[in-house]
């Protein structure tokens, strides 16, 4: 009896109130059982809402009954705990709306722990025992709980899916193989699996290799990011120390001249007031000797006068009014005058030498550079947005369209004097320095432009030529007319074939060396390639031809074009 009980649903003999096994069981009138306490409390609960009734059949009662322990129900629960059958579970063992649940339990059904791919059924842990039990069984496949078995019946045939056409890469069924799938080629699905599964596997050991490989990068860049973060501490750190010598150099050198002009002052304050002493004494001694001579002068006694005329003071001798030199408004004024001019030049210097600093800045390139572009949308993603700087502006230029387009007029522009202006040139720089990677594009009409890249020291003034792009060591330009490129550098004239368009793309990778111009049209050719080693941050140029050509030729334009 006992040994029968092991296979039974152990919620027969489980109180369908607590969910748990029975405990002091009682039979109530409708031949239902539960437990003691949880029918009694139950009934507790009801008691307002009389007549009683059975929590399972509603089965109502006139009156309430009367408990009585069911001994051999109880002996029964007792025996079967021994022999193996287990107490309920636990409600989270139940299955839920998302859960797959077991197809063979009854009433509250237990999740499923396994299913089979042969029987196409879903089994809870206990109705599962005789797939491990069963040698016919035992074949099936078992596979993790799923809600789509019903996906492996052939929807036309209602046959199991054991093969895989390959033809048509899905799964059939042996009726199918027969019929619409016939000398296709196919195999048996299980085959199938084996030898995707060896793909698989081949992929995941390719995948796990990558993953080492990418953690190992990880830790790379992780090691590079604390690298580079020392190294910019240190330098912050190493540059405010310098910067703090320089501050206090200069405080020292104001200090000193401070000091050296304190103590000329001194000086020169107690020579002159040495000098006006000794005036204002002559001054009184004079003023004596004429009250002196005034006196004796109004003596009318002969005799008297005679008497008193040898005692007369002598004068001491004059200071000599010619000695004193006194330089008209020169005081200190020279001072200040070479003070500015030290400032004047220390500002050169740090704008001529602060270019380098910069550039040494943004040159710090950790990663390896990437491709350069190929196609024109590879060039775009380093576009660049391109204006025109008007204070290095030829007079004879005329910027518009947001100083992005330049125009070449027959009168000079009433532009303000500016040290950057180029007066031996009708050419133009653009405001914007240029490091890392930049592309941009020129569109340009009438006679010619050269498109031009250069150092922001050029020189402006004509001197032999040295201003113009290309004809100089500080400039890179191409020369674009209506009948052929060429490319400019020192002087240094290279001709170049391609072909004929209105726009010009640039491209330069500042770090890298490579100044590069484009022929655009529906496609972009290259025409010319420069690789060299740049020093300093460039700046884009332009440089308008029709003052050199035919008198009275004008409206040259060239343009930075807006890319998107």
């Not at 039974?8 to 003999?13: A, G, H, I, K, R």
């Not at 703090?244 to 304050?269: A, Y």
């Not at 030199?325 to 740090?350: H, M």
Request: glycine share 4%; proline share 4%; hydrophobic share 30%.
């Amino acid at each position: 009896m006992a040994q029968k009980g092991v296979h039974l649903d152990q919620e027969t003999f489980s109180c369908c109130i607590c969910l748990d096994l029975l405990k002091d069981p009682v039979a109530i009138p409708c031949g239902h059982s539960y437990c003691m306490n949880c029918i009694k409390t139950h009934w507790d609960e009801e008691e307002k809402k009389k007549p009683h009734s059975c929590p399972q059949c509603r089965q109502t009662f006139r009156r309430r009954p009367v408990l009585v322990k069911n001994t051999m129900l109880a002996d029964l629960v007792e025996e079967l705990k021994k022999t193996g059958l287990q107490a309920a579970p636990a409600d989270h063992c139940y299955a839920g709306p998302e859960d797959v649940s077991c197809d063979v339990c009854t009433g509250r059904k237990l999740k499923a722990f396994k299913s089979c791919l042969v029987c196409l059924v879903s089994y809870c842990e206990n109705h599962l025992q005789p797939h491990y039990d069963v040698a016919q069984l035992k074949k099936h496949k078992l596979v993790d709980p799923s809600n789509k078995l019903q996906e492996n019946i052939c929807s036309h045939h209602n046959e199991v899916m054991k093969i895989f056409c390959r033809t048509d890469q899905q799964c059939i069924c042996y009726l199918c193989l027969m019929d619409e799938h016939k000398g296709h080629d196919t195999v048996s699905a299980a085959a199938e699996i084996t030898e995707r599964q060896r793909e698989l596997e081949v992929s995941q050991l390719n995948i796990q290799q990558r993953i080492q490989d990418r953690e190992k990068d990880v830790k790379l860049l992780q090691q590079e990011v604390e690298n580079i973060n020392l190294s910019a501490d240190k330098a912050v750190e190493d540059n405010e120390k310098i910067f703090t010598e320089l501050i206090r150099l200069m405080e020292k050198r104001s200090s000193d001249v401070k000091q050296q002009v304190r103590s000329q002052q001194r000086t020169e304050v107690s020579r002159v007031k040495e000098l006006q002493e000794k005036l204002e004494q002559e001054i009184t001694e004079l003023k004596r000797n004429d009250a002196e001579l005034k006196k004796l002068s109004h003596t009318e006694d002969h005799n008297q006068f005679l008497h008193n005329y040898p005692s007369l003071s002598p004068l001491s001798e004059s200071t000599d009014s010619s000695s004193i030199r006194i330089s008209p408004l020169s005081y200190f004024e020279d001072v200040t005058e070479a003070v500015s001019e030290v400032r004047d030049e220390l500002q050169d210097v740090l704008r001529d030498k602060w270019t380098n600093v910069s550039l040494m800045v943004t040159e710090v390139d950790v990663l390896l550079p990437e491709p350069e572009p190929k196609t024109r949308a590879e060039f775009l993603k380093y576009s660049r947005e391109m204006t025109l700087d008007p204070n290095t502006a030829h007079t004879l230029l005329l910027l518009s369209d947001e100083n992005r387009k330049v125009t070449f007029m027959r009168k000079h522009q009433s532009y303000s004097s500016h040290p950057d202006r180029f007066t031996g040139c009708c050419q133009v720089l653009s405001r914007e320095n240029l490091t890392g990677r930049c592309y941009w594009e020129v569109e340009w009409r009438g006679e010619g432009v050269f498109v031009a890249v250069a150092h922001k020291n050029i020189s402006r003034k004509w001197d032999g030529g040295k201003c113009r792009f290309g004809w100089n060591d500080k400039s890179w330009a191409l020369t674009c007319d209506n009948n052929s490129y060429n490319l400019w550098y020192n002087k240094v004239e290279t001709p170049i074939s391609g072909p004929q368009s209105s726009r010009v793309g640039v491209y330069l990778d500042h770090s890298a060396g490579i100044l590069s111009f484009y022929s655009v049209s529906e496609t972009m050719t290259l025409l010319h390639r420069v690789q060299t080693t740049f020093t300093q941050p460039l700046y884009a140029g332009l440089y308008l031809l029709s003052i050199y050509l035919s008198s009275g030729s004008s409206g040259t334009t060239a343009e930075f074009c807006k890319l998107k």
